[in-house]
């Protein structure tokens, strides 16, 4: 396949289509999806019949591999409609890219290029009248991927079913938030699938997360599990710091490698910012924010983008950040996210890929 040819992609275009039923100046995060999915299957070791279809239904087995031994793997990608009408997919090389290393860590087959990028720019050409056009929606976008095998037993699935579904968003968190450090239950070990994108690591969050909750704390601050001293990433994003002059983000094969953390750190440095990727304690974050050399905290990813953290609490003690108002960088990287993936700046690096 030559770089100007694409995927040959059978489309069954939905007989009714549910757009006039959304109301798109209220949009729940995740709960309105849109008229078509891709649908690819793979068996005998090659990817056959790559079709886009009616969102709809799916007929499994209860023996299916997924089930049982959690071969399930998935990512999170944004679309923007321009003021021009033009649909612009945010940066989604890079979590093909992700998605294929999750897939490897997880004994699962790698997703070809063509199937992920084209299947997605087709989808999106298919569903563009679902990409809302008020700033501050996207249309949310869920590759994922997982085994369908109908045997019990430990081993790699010998087929897997790989879906992209769609769904107009609002903003996920909608105010600052605030995290509770957690030094009792783990995320992710070394060597273990911290940095993939997998089912498991969100499941074993929900019960710590509930607990948080219930203490009036909006996400968890995850810290190693070897002792819990140093910061990982919060329950639905990376973490970002502004300590001194320099933008610091936690960094190891723990933790998720954000595709909005990537780009926050890269506009740092483009603009001329200190910028590190290194181990971060609990105690040096809570040291900075007792002294004032820590000036900003906030959570990011992409349904989170930029999130403002204003308290942390640890050891029984809450810990306030300085006001959101007055963070010079994660209010600049936010607003320049924002006008480059509406389209109202240029784009410099080529981030934003053209449906």
């Known amino acids: 396949m030559s770089a100007t040819d694409q995927l040959s992609i059978r489309v069954e275009p939905t007989r009714q289509s549910r757009l006039s039923q959304v ?21 005998n070791g090659q990817w056959v019949d790559v079709s886009i279809v009616p969102y709809g239904e ?44 999750s897939a490897v860590r997880l004994q699962m087959p790698e997703v070809p290029k063509e199937i992920f990028m084209d299947g997605l720019k087709q989808l999106l050409d298919v569903d563009r009248n679902w990409v ?37 968003v609002g903003a996920y968190y909608s105010k600052p938030i605030s995290l509770k450090v ?18 498991g690591n969100y499941a074993l969050s929900l019960y710590p997360t509930q607990l948080a909750n219930n203490e009036g704390y909006d996400q968890i601050m995850w810290t190693d599990a070897k002792e819990h001293i140093y910061i990982e990433e919060a329950g639905t ?42 181990r971060v304690s609990v105690q040096e974050l809570i040291d900075g924010i007792k002294n004032g050399t820590v000036s900003e905290a906030f959570a990011a990813g992409t349904a989170a983008t930029v999130t403002h953290i204003d308290r942390i609490g640890y050891e029984g003690q809450d810990y306030t950040l300085p006001p959101v108002e007055g963070r010079e960088f994660s209010n600049k990287v936010l607003d320049y996210l924002n006008q480059l993936r509406y389209g109202k700046v240029d784009d410099p690096f080529g981030w934003n890929f053209i449906v």
């Open 132 to 168: 809302p056009s008020r700033e501050g929606t996207s249309l949310y976008i869920r590759p994922f991927m997982f085994a369908t095998e109908s045997a019990l037993g430990v081993h790699p699935s010998a087929s897997y079913k790989f879906l992209i579904i769609t769904c107009p």
């Open 237 to 278: 994003a990376n973490l970002v710091f502004r300590i001194g002059d320099t933008i610091i983000t936690p960094h190891g094969d723990t933790i998720l490698h954000g595709v909005t953390r990537r780009t926050i750190m890269e506009l740092a440095e483009q603009w001329g910012y200190k910028a590190e990727q290194r």
């Open 58 to 101: 799916l007929s499994i087995s209860p023996s299916m591999s997924a089930l049982h031994y959690g071969q399930a793997i998935f990512e999170g990608i944004k679309g923007y409609k321009f003021a021009d009408g033009t649909v612009s997919i945010f940066r989604p090389d890079k979590n093909w890219e992700r998605f294929n290393k």
């Open 23 to 43: 109301d798109f100046n209220n949009l729940k995060f995740g709960q309105i999806m849109s008229d078509h999915m891709l649908v690819a299957e793979y068996n």
């Open 182 to 199: 957690e030094t009792h239950y783990t995320r992710a070990a070394e060597g273990g699938v911290g940095f993939s994108k997998n089912a």
